[in-house]
């Protein structure tokens, strides 16, 4: 906490051409913050446009692909159709893949346990989590974490936090 005001008082001072009264401290990022402003992606059609919204808006829970087609108010093929030539993925692709970064955020982020986060989210069950994980990822949760909690790479973006808005 207040470290970044301590920063603009510095560069306030740097740049009224005085001298620094404080040592400089140099502090390690602990990675970059992704936010929905830059998560976004540009597609032409809209159903996919929507689809996409909704994808990242439910991520926090189970999302089927018939319930995709359903809210978007087209058939199911239709819109798997759309979906894999607009974003050369299927539309169970996408929803893992903000699924598997959606626990990434909360492993990175918080102290939950795997148990937790799969509670949670929604998942089956903890072990489902960990097959999921390890099947994306090549490693378990627990491994995950600590590794980038030992890298201090942290990973996040809007939806941690409207997550953890929604769980708590």
């Not at 201090?152 to 769980?167: H, M, P, R, Y």
């Amino acid at each position: 906490e207040g470290v970044g005001f301590e920063a603009a008082a510095m560069l306030d001072q740097l740049m009224q051409g005085h001298t620094l009264r404080k040592p400089v401290h140099k502090v390690a990022p602990k990675g970059v913050s992704f936010r929905k402003s830059s998560d976004a992606i540009a597609v032409k059609d809209l159903r996919v446009a929507k689809t996409l919204s909704y994808i990242w808006e439910n991520s926090h829970r189970p999302i089927t692909v018939p319930e995709l087609a359903a809210h978007v108010g087209v058939p199911l093929r239709t819109l798997q159709w759309a979906f894999q030539r607009s974003m050369d993925c299927s539309l169970q692709d996408e929803i893992s893949k903000r699924r598997l970064k959606i626990v990434k955020t909360m492993l990175c982020n918080t102290d939950r346990s795997v148990g937790k986060i799969a509670q949670d989210l929604q998942f089956s069950s903890a072990q489902y989590l960990n097959h999921f994980f390890v099947k994306a990822m090549g490693m378990t949760p627990s491994e995950y974490r600590q590794q980038k909690r030992g890298e201090g790479d942290v990973d996040t973006d809007d939806a941690s936090a409207e997550l953890s808005a929604s769980i708590e």
